[in-house]
């Protein structure tokens, strides 16, 4: 039996692995490198396999208990293919005491004796990093009980879904921890339209119902967390057929797509699976899913709602389940997580729980009926069925131990049972293990890049003061690099360069490609209907098919090429910087580099840092035919008169077929019509795109000299303030004396900082 050894920080994306108390070879498989856990501890059993030609190993684990779950599901899933694994945690302090230690430097730091640490810019980065918003996407197809399902995760009714259908408009609910909602309603074009204080079911039905309102936002209490650990946003979206426009599916794709980093809860309805307008969705999802590893995986929590309308010996939770993983599987989806709820049940339990005054005798008699059901029938223990972490798992039991005394209508244990409870605790986890171990490394990289700039500032300033031989060819040395800075000829050469960048050639080849992919997805929707023929009625539906498509694909186009955008702009940003850090660099063209003390990068690197910025239808044509519509009953001629009346073997009445002229409509010439139209659309699309990044592309450019004019001024403020170190030892006795204490500072600062996301094991006494 091999002994495998493994320690990861998930702050630092740092892993150890030994086999045998050895370090595995540069050229392993199990040589991860920097990757998050998440993305190769599924392959972890056949790496450890391969690697050893063994398949019985013991596994020591340093770790999050979060990541060291991961292990176990692995290990488990192992199990079953003959790789046998005994997995040993050996806990490490969490994620709230990182921040903890954060704070705690944060405040140290903003009252420390360094000035150009206590900026503006390092403040809102702190905040923003502390502060920062995780969005939760909430998709769902009509009728499938979305808006029930935001209700019971707020626990109040504030999200109109009687009327499911009329919710048109996006809402974004943030997490401010304060009862009473406020609301503020905007139009399509982001200009405020009204705002809302204390925002009750009948606001929001009213702000819904509005149809100049496009976005609302929501600021108010989501219970299950707190906003102090992370801000989270819940989006409801529209349903796919169901925008007023398209940026609102356009939000939806961007968010379900690979680079977004956002929750995504993805809601079904049991009993109505296979409907189509959720098949593009589902595509972008099942795409999504393929890359990234488990993470991808985890983001996406598929709810599925409605079960407690079965009813016992009629329907089965489990078979219910079973379609929805083989629908799910059939879309390249596989190992969902599932996780089956009774929403509305949810809702009315814990509006009896927190608010009873509030409820009526008729509606606590039915919330207390639902309670019965959900705890006497086992079937509809619904937390049982869904993908649930072992530290869950045991989170609800310990909550179940606790509340449960034997009373069939107890209505903590029923709520444990709507399968509530299980979403609230898997959201919380997945914060936990990426958003806020991500948020933790963002701000220490912040703290560290300003550090290490101060602390070469202060390194320079004692260096230059003992080089007192040196002080002349120093005072020289920043004159000419002054002269270079100031240069108009070195500041119009690096105009040029930087007016020479374009985005717009790449734009235009990745738009093709995104609009070859949509026709070709066009395409495909209309085979097998192009030589068929239509009533009016069977037109119509023809065409709603097509419009809800064609809305679709052009929010997922739109989506597509605003991420072009994005990422041609990123691109061109590192390349600005980098021509910019080249201009800083070749200040010292010319000189001996050996005789240099400093180098002027060194001393703005953090202003400029690459990593943070980095972070930065229809007209038809018509014909006629004759078609059979149906019968009418009529006299039969041979039986009329007195003679008729004997013909008794002939019948009285006869049936005969009807005939009318109607019009019939061929959907090839509707498809026609659509391509055509569909064509000049995204023609104006891309167009629209193209101008978009243009006018991006100036912005940046504009932004980016006006940083580096600000730059450049700080680099002659501190040329200026080192000049000042060449001057004799005694009369700048007192400078060199609080330089030095603030270099201590900043080398004890520094080591607090570095060793915040150094892992420490936990010691039980």
């Known amino acids: 039996m ?74 488990k899933k192992a199990s079953e293919t003959g790789i046998q694994i005994d997995p040993i945690h050996l806990p490490i302090k969490e994620v709230a ?54 209700n019971s995760l707020l626990q109040r009714k504030i999200m109109p879904s009687s009327q499911e259908a009329c919710t048109a408009t996006i809402s974004r609910i943030k997490d401010t921890d304060d009862e009473e909602f406020f609301a503020i309603a905007y139009d399509d074009q982001g200009n405020k339209i009204t705002s809302v204080t204390d925002v009750q079911l009948e606001s929001m039905a009213k702000l819904n119902a509005d149809e100049t309102v496009s976005t609302i936002c929501l600021e108010g209490n989501i219970p299950f967390t707190s906003s102090d650990e992370m801000s989270l946003v819940l989006i409801d979206t529209p349903g796919p057929n169901n925008s007023r426009d398209e940026s609102h599916l356009k939000t939806t794709f961007k968010n379900l797509d690979e680079s977004s980093k956002a ?82 049940s949810a809702l009315d339990i814990r ?22 059901k959900l705890n006497r029938n086992n079937q509809l223990h619904l937390e049982k069925y869904a993908t649930l972490t072992p530290s869950i798992k045991r989170k609800l039991q310990e909550l179940y131990n606790q509340v ?81 800075l100031n240069s108009g000829e070195e500041a119009e050469q690096f105009k040029k360069k930087i007016d020479a960048l374009d985005v717009l050639p790449q734009v235009k080849k990745e738009s093709k490609k995104l609009l070859n992919e949509q026709q070709q997805s066009i395409d495909e929707f209309l085979t097998g209907t192009i030589n068929e023929e239509f009533t009016h009625a069977e037109a119509d539906t023809f065409i709603n098919n097509l419009t809800n498509y064609s809305k679709q694909a052009n929010a997922k186009l739109s989506a597509g090429l605003e991420k072009i955008i994005n990422e041609q702009l990123v691109e061109t940003a590192m390349k600005l910087l980098n ?21 002027p990068f060194e001393l703005i690197a953090a202003e400029i840092d690459l990593n943070s910025e980095r972070n930065r239808i229809i007209d038809t044509a018509t014909f006629t035919e004759r078609v059979k519509v149906g019968t009418e009953t009529y006299r039969n001629p041979e039986r009329e008169g007195f003679f008729g009346k004997l013909k008794f073997w002939k019948k009285k009445e006869l049936t005969r077929d009807v005939y009318e002229e109607i019009e019939k409509i061929k959907a090839q010439v509707i ?74 500072w900043l080398e004890r600062i520094e080591q607090k900082v570095n060793n915040i996301i150094e892992i420490e094991e936990v010691v039980y006494s």
């Not at 899913?289 to 009629?314: P, W």
Request: hydrophobic share 40%; glycine share 4%; net charge negative.
């Open 263 to 344: 929750l995504v809860l993805y809601i079904l309805n049991a009993t109505q699976l296979g409907v189509n307008d959720d098949s593009k969705l589902l595509d972008a999802v099942a795409n999504s899913m393929k890359v990234g590893g488990k993470q991808s995986k985890d983001r996406y929590l598929f709810v599925v709602n409605k079960l407690d309308q079965f009813r016992k010996g009629d329907d089965n939770v489990e078979v219910s389940l079973a379609k929805v993983r083989k629908y799910l599987a059939d879309r390249g989806i596989h190992e969902p997580n599932l996780f089956p709820t009774a929403a509305l």
């Open 351 to 372: 509006g009896l729980l927190n608010n009873p005054s509030d409820i009526d005798e008729d509606l606590e008699d039915e919330i207390l009926m639902t309670a019965r």
């Open 97 to 150: 005491h990182m921040e903890f230690a954060i704070e705690e430097v944060f405040n140290e730091i903003i009252n420390g004796p360094i000035e150009e640490l206590k900026t503006k810019d390092l403040q809102d980065a702190f905040n923003k990093a502390l502060n920062d918003e995780f969005e939760i996407t909430v998709v769902a197809t009509m009728s499938a009980g979305k808006s029930t399902l935001i």
């Open 404 to 484: 449960d005394d034997g009373d069939i209508g107890n209505l903590s244990t029923a709520l444990i049972h709507s399968g509530i409870p299980a979403v609230e605790e898997t959201i919380k986890l997945y914060v936990e293990k990426y958003a806020r171990t991500a948020k933790i490394k963002n701000v220490v990289d912040t703290f560290q890049k300003k550090l290490e700039s101060s602390k070469a500032f202060e390194v320079t300033k004692n260096l230059i003061a003992e080089s007192t031989e040196r002080h002349e060819q120093i005072k020289n040395q920043i004159k000419q690099i002054k002269e270079k």
């Open 671 to 744: 498809a026609d019509e659509f391509v055509t139209l569909l064509e000049e659309h995204t023609r104006k699309l891309v167009k629209e795109t193209e101008n978009e990044a243009k006018e991006k592309m100036k912005l940046l450019k504009f932004d980016y000299h006006r940083k580096f004019e600000q730059v450049d001024q700080i680099l002659r403020d501190k040329l200026n303030e080192l000049g000042i170190y060449t001057a004799d030892a005694e009369s700048i006795q007192q400078l060199i004396q609080e330089s030095k204490e603030k270099l201590a």
């Open 2 to 75: 091999a002994k495998v050894f493994i320690k990861y920080n998930p702050y630092k994306l740092e892993t150890l692995i030994l086999i045998d108390d050895n370090k595995v070879a540069e050229n392993s498989i199990l040589n991860v490198g920097s990757k998050r856990l998440q993305e190769w501890v599924e392959q972890l059993p056949v790496f450890l396999q391969e690697e050893c030609n063994e398949e019985n190993f013991e596994l020591t684990f340093v770790g999050t208990l979060m990541d060291f779950e991961d292990i176990q599901e692995a290990v």
């Open 579 to 599: 021509e910019y850090k080249d201009k800083i660099v070749k200040l010292i063209d010319g000189m001996n580099r050996e005789d240099l003390i400093f180098e």
